[in-house]
């Protein structure tokens, strides 16, 4: 337990006088390790933190330079500071997730704690147990647990497989002790009516045994007893044995297909992170017995501007030590970058699990793969987040009252010029409504007749044949326009919408301001010349970086596009070792060369004759790698 050193430092040298003294607090701070808790002026906790070396940790937020806006926002705010010194950085990190979790600060990331989670569970009775889905674990009844599983849908996924297969009874004992024919589960082959006697214990319990082994990712053990035993029962003649072993052989070898698991056991917890346009997105995939169980993802709420092994290093904390239902932790926490006070976390959870624990990032073979898996998830999640009807909304509501429009914009159209070395220039226009992305309405314009490298003709071009379409009334009206680019962009996109005589659709340049960074963004006014940045946590400019970013994108995907428009037909031509009877198979198989491209590299390793070396290098060509 922490030594407590709780006394309340209370700077406010007199009754009107809220500025933090921060020179005679951090002159008598201790450099101990512990734990720190920022309040304001009501008394209200602002952000709560740990730290090796107390002294060090909370004067690097009152340093003059160098401070993230967010910072500088929590640090105009405080009051007083309260410690607790602990005796180790683990007791620190310990008490800091007891702390969240109990004082829920508006500047620590916040995660919503599951009250708790599915379990399959093998009950205890002594010939017949049962195998059926559980909310939360006990320790009343006794029996076997597994898990926790990601989601009730895992768990009810590895049932119907276990009923398929090994056919365990999933009734509750008052229904079994009282029946006295069998049930339907027994018709449809799911269960072998032990309630009625179908089966001698000893054969129930082998079943059992077996989708233990199932349960803990001993797939090969398992087919190599039923093969055994089909053998066994084929020379005794037990031929109805012998097929329905022959059953389960079949149904297990198809599983093990569908999870495309080559061997590699273990336990672990695999965890990635995308972020974009002011949102977090964390996924866990759950790993155990080498067997991908399903993923769980998480948006937390983060108030300070921090890297991503920063974000991780906080969201792990409390997904472990946080919650009111205290999670199973296995041997590897994979992570796709340095997690900051890694060492730390790795010891606080080989403690709390009693046995060695590993937060790891340099991971190969299945564990890389199951990484890329997450990451994927992570960025596909993040993208449908961001897509959402609800989050559009509340964004648009936001960018109504910061731009004090008459109306919530309904829709709304970015331009963006790309080009290589000033070479086959393309311009995009992106489009969003209340919905999102209206992508049926994106349009992708070849700019010609205009001096390589100059953005601004590219500019003044598009936005020309644009807009010159709307006025003649061919074209949709927008009610708000975004201009990537700075005060120069939109001085041409001013004269454009002079000269056509558009006067009532808002203008607004997307600058990047002068460190270039997200969430540094400046907007420009075409109507004032105004220049105002908006707080990184705006939701407002979450979506003009959306709309921004996906401009951006659309026109580098288009240049791309038409820069190897020619090269593509031959692209499988140029691949060492793909001569003409494997490119006609791999296109017979996938159906055309843009199937070919969605395919993995497993897919493509299906084809014959591709090898899963040569599967590697033909992925690797056609994703430019």
Request: charged share 30%; net charge neutral; glycine share 8%.
């Amino acid at each position: 337990m922490p030594t407590k050193s709780d006394s309340l430092i209370d700077t406010a040298e007199a009754e009107n006088n809220w500025e933090f003294d921060t020179k005679s607090f951090l002159k008598q701070l201790t450099e101990r390790p512990g734990v720190y808790r920022m309040y304001d002026a009501a008394g209200n906790v602002l952000y709560v933190g740990k730290a090796r070396n107390l002294k060090k940790r909370v004067a690097s937020y009152f340093r003059k330079t160098g401070l993230a806006p967010k910072t500088e926002a929590l640090v105009s705010r405080i009051n007083s500071i309260e410690v607790t010194i602990t005796s180790s950085e683990t007791e620190a990190l310990l008490l800091e997730q007891n702390l969240i979790k109990s004082l829920r600060p508006p500047y620590n990331i916040l995660l919503r704690d599951d009250k708790s989670y599915p379990y399959i569970y093998l009950s205890s009775h002594e010939d017949y147990p049962s195998l059926t889905f559980r909310r939360g674990r006990t320790k009343k009844g006794g029996g076997t647990w597994y898990g926790p599983f990601p989601s009730s849908g895992a768990v009810k996924e590895s049932l119907n497989v276990l009923q398929k297969i090994f056919r365990i009874r999933s009734c509750s004992e008052s229904y079994f002790r009282n029946r006295t024919r069998p049930c339907l589960q027994y018709q449809i082959n799911r269960c072998t009516a032990p309630c009625v006697g179908f089966i001698s214990p000893e054969d129930y319990r082998e079943d059992v045994r077996h989708a233990t082994m199932f349960l803990e990712g001993k797939n090969p053990a398992i087919l190599q007893d039923l093969m055994e035993a089909m053998e066994t029962a084929s020379k005794n003649l037990e031929f109805e044995k012998a097929a329905a072993y022959r059953d389960q052989i079949n149904h297990l070898r198809h599983v093990q297909e569908q999870q495309s698991v080559d061997g590699e056991g273990g336990d672990a917890d695999v965890v990635a992170i995308a972020q974009d346009a002011g949102v977090v997105c964390i996924v866990v995939i759950i790993v155990r017995g080498g067997r991908v169980l399903g993923t769980k993802d998480y948006f937390p709420r983060y108030s300070i501007e921090q890297s991503e092994g920063e974000q991780l290093s906080a969201f792990l904390g409390q997904y472990y030590f946080g919650g009111s239902t205290r999670r199973e932790i296995p041997p590897d926490i994979i992570v796709p970058v340095d997690v900051e006070g890694q060492e730390l976390l790795s010891q606080a959870l080989t403690e709390s699990a009693g046995r060695d624990t590993r937060v790891r990032k340099n991971v190969r073979g299945e564990r890389r793969r199951w990484l890329e898996l997450a990451m994927t998830n992570a960025r596909q999640t993040l993208l449908s987040h961001l897509a959402s009807k609800e989050t559009v909304y509340r964004r648009l509501l936001a960018l109504r009252d910061l731009l004090e429009l008459a109306e919530t914009p309904s829709r709304m159209e970015c331009f963006d010029i790309s080009h290589s070395h000033g070479e086959n220039t393309v311009a995009s226009c992106v489009v969003f409504d209340e919905n999102g992305p209206l992508k049926s309405d994106y349009r992708l314009y070849n700019i010609e007749g205009v001096t390589a490298g100059d953005d601004y003709g590219a500019m003044r071009q598009v936005l020309t044949r644009r807009y010159k379409r709307m006025v003649a009334g061919e074209g949709k009206r927008p009610d708000l326009v975004f201009i990537d680019g700075g005060k120069g962009q939109l001085n041409v996109a001013r004269e454009v919408f002079d000269e056509l005589g558009v006067t009532d659709i808002p203008l607004i340049g997307v600058a990047k301001g002068v460190t270039r960074r997200a969430g540094m963004e400046q907007l420009i006014d075409a109507m004032t010349g105004d220049v105002y940045r908006v707080p990184a946590d705006s939701p407002a400019l979450h979506l003009i970086q959306h709309i921004r970013d996906e401009s951006h994108r659309f026109a580098i995907t288009g240049h791309r596009a038409g820069r190897d428009k020619k090269r593509r037909q031959s692209t499988l031509e140029g691949i060492e070792g793909v001569g003409p009877k494997r490119r006609r198979d791999l296109i017979r198989y996938f159906g055309g060369l843009q199937e070919l491209r969605k395919a993995s590299v497993d897919e493509m390793s299906k084809v014959q004759g591709i090898s899963k070396n040569l599967a590697e290098t033909i992925y690797a060509v056609l994703h430019d790698e």
